[in-house]
């Protein structure tokens, strides 16, 4: 199985890290117990999966690159680390007491699907962590003022909070809460708006390559001319203009928590 994140999986550890505080946040909506077994969908190089073993919980962890789960493999051996795919995670029914998906539910090809096959192999009164972010947000990032199509691209991948909740309901679940969460200074994972206070970081070519718009051939040209007018407005003093007209209440990320 060949996913796109097996192209960028190379450098992937450069750059993406398992930023504390997300961690927390994880754990906090997640609520495990010491003795339970959870899940880590779409847990890539395995990141999360390793700090929330590491903070004393059970982990598996689930990916569809081979890439993705050699490096994860290589930095724990512990952890059963298993090739899958959230619409077919090959996991026995009700073997998980908990699950986490983080920044991977735009990369599912059915959410229905994905969502019923999490809510069968999640025990009852597990939780289920979705951490995304949302169309409505991500056209409050000022990214879309230097790379719009690239950004437009990425916005239409991304499922809506109302498209979310109606699958989870389609697969099982019924009840829902969610949780803004805004870009921090000190955000450690380098993934799509890491660099919202810190434009700088865009310029980075690993940075560059652990994000997936990035990295995308696709962009290449429009990339290279976002970065350059980028850098004039940082020269200038405009990107502080920039930056302050995308200001919102909406939060840059989301988790979205559901039981079964």
Known sequence: MTTKYDQIGVGYNTTRKADPFLTQKLVE???????????????????????????????????????????????????DWKQGLAENTELPSQSVDGIVAFLTIRHWTDLEKGFSELFRVLKPNGNLVVFTSTPKQMKGYWLCHYFPEMMTASIEQMPSLEAVKKAMEQGGFKQFKTDPYAIRPDLEDK??????????????????????????????????????????????????????????????????????
């Open 191 to 260: 993934f799509l708006y890491s660099g919202k206070h810190n434009p700088e970081l865009y310029f980075d070519s690993q940075i560059q390559q652990g994000i997936s718009s990035f990295s995308a051939l696709a962009y290449q040209t429009e990339v290279a001319h976002g970065l350059s007018h980028l850098r004039e407005d940082i020269s200038s003093g405009k990107i502080n203009e920039i930056v302050k007209s995308y200001d919102n209440q909406l939060g840059d990320y989301l988790f979205i928590i559901t039981r079964k």
């Open 29 to 79: 909506h997640l609520q495990p117990k010491k003795n339970g077994n959870y899940l880590d969908m779409g847990c890539g190089t395995g990141n999360y999966t390793i700090a929330l073993q590491e903070k004393g919980y059970q982990m598996t962890g689930v990916d569809p690159s081979t890439t993705m789960l050699e490096q994860a493999k290589l930095k724990n051996g512990a952890i």
